[in-house]
């Protein structure tokens, strides 16, 4: 995982005043995420288990006169700017851009005065590895323009509005899981969600206590149609829900499991039933064991949601599959591929002093079978967007 080097808010802070001369008014922060467990569960209206990442993406910003949006990205080196007229409906700004003035939209769609603002944006939040990279910037824009404007939205309702940037404007028909963590996480906890009722509870993960630690392998898979094979997921668990009589998956319970696949005629649906309604049983296995402090037993968890994953949910890629078989070889209590799938990161549970080691068994099976070598990185569960002093 290379980013640029030096402090992501500063590099924020600094291309402010590069770009627009004076002092930014404020740094607004927000983490990309990794999901502990709860694997396309959030559409269906089931459980996840993410946390954030001490990786970052940080808006540096003040308030410009009218109704204009002036935004530059340390990534891409542009800037570009947006008018009212632009954002009054979806698909007139593309790119990343599309990310910052959904925001914009969506607030103004739900009523409130958005003000004009001028924005530099750094990030150390890897693009297109599954790890949040939008979520993080729509969240971190979100958060700037409601304290630039003394706006109120409790922290409840602001997932759905960076959500609704990205289904409608943007077009991406992603569930609310992402934006919920990068929202709602804090420091050393995971986030139990439920996407039904959008209600939490902070789950304690101390991997230091435990002796543990979660490795972050980048699979640097190039992503394979990842946008229509994730929609047609949807349209699958849809078809199902919809054949078994029920509102989501989530109304099928594990017990019922076999009467219901008994009910489906296909046999791909089967395959996807099975995969949601096993995973969001192993999310709440999962918060049974950490609510007990039981870090270490998650592991055969992890491992059994990847391979509903790659078998019934049919969303891995060779290289993703590889990292987690070299991990689970080299001694990790669990691994499994994390987001969205056709790619981005695996992540595995790995005793705190044998991370290196597990680290380097992946690359070199990797590199056997000719790979494009991956990126690493040990994380804990690091703290959701914020204001930055
Ligand atoms: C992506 C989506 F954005 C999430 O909503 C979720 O569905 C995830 O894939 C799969 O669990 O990250």
Redesign the pocket.
């Given at each position: 995982m290379t980013n640029p080097t030096g402090d992501v808010a500063e590099r924020a802070a600094e291309g402010f005043t590069k770009q627009y001369g004076g002092k930014a008014t404020g740094r607004w922060a927000a983490p990309g995420r990794v999901?502990l467990i709860?694997?396309?569960?959030?559409?269906n209206e089931g459980f996840?288990l993410p946390f954030a990442l001490p990786l970052r993406t940080v808006v540096a910003a003040d308030r410009q006169d009218g109704d204009q949006w002036t935004v530059w990205s340390e990534l891409s080196g542009e800037t570009i700017t947006f008018g009212a007229d632009d954002i009054a409906e979806p698909g007139r700004v593309t790119g990343w851009g599309a990310y910052v003035a959904g925001v914009v939209w969506a607030l103004r769609e739900a009523g409130h005065p958005v003000p004009g603002a001028r924005m530099a944006i750094a990030s150390d939040v890897p693009l297109g590895s599954?790890l949040?990279s939008?979520?993080a910037l729509e969240s971190a824009v979100l958060a700037a323009l409601l304290d630039l404007g003394g706006l109120e939205l409790s922290p409840e309702l602001q997932p759905r509005l960076a959500q609704r940037a990205?289904n409608v404007y943007v077009g991406?028909p992603?569930?609310?899981?992402?934006q919920s963590a990068v929202i709602r996480c804090r420091a050393g906890h995971a986030l139990f969600l439920d996407c039904r009722d959008e209600s939490v509870e902070q789950i304690p993960f101390d991997l230091d206590a435990a002796g543990l630690a979660v490795l972050v392998i980048d699979s640097r898979a190039p992503h394979r149609h990842a946008d229509g094979e994730?929609a047609a997921r949807r349209r699958s668990c849809e078809a199902g829900a919809s054949a078994l009589g029920v509102t989501a998956l989530r109304d099928v319970g594990v017990d019922q499991l076999d009467a219901a696949l008994a009910q489906l005629d296909d046999e791909e649906t089967r395959r996807r039933v099975r995969h949601v309604v096993t995973e969001d049983q192993r999310v709440l296995d999962t918060v049974a064991l950490l609510r007990a402090a039981r870090v270490r037993d998650i592991g055969p968890l992890l491992t059994a949601s990847h391979v509903s994953m790659r078998d019934d949910f049919e969303i891995t890629v060779p290289e993703i599959d590889t990292a987690v078989e070299a991990a689970l070889a080299a001694g990790a209590l669990g691994a499994r591929m994390t987001?969205?799938?056709f790619g981005g990161c695996v992540l595995a549970l790995v005793e705190a002093d044998r991370a290196d080691e597990v680290a380097a068994a992946v690359t070199a099976a990797y590199a056997e079978r000719g790979f494009t070598a991956p990126g690493t990185l040990t994380v804990v569960p690091a703290p959701g967007a914020t204001r930055l002093p």
């Open positions: 999901n709860g694997e396309h569960t959030d559409y996840v599954g949040s939008s979520a990205e991406a992603t569930g609310i899981m992402d994730y987001g969205g799938g």
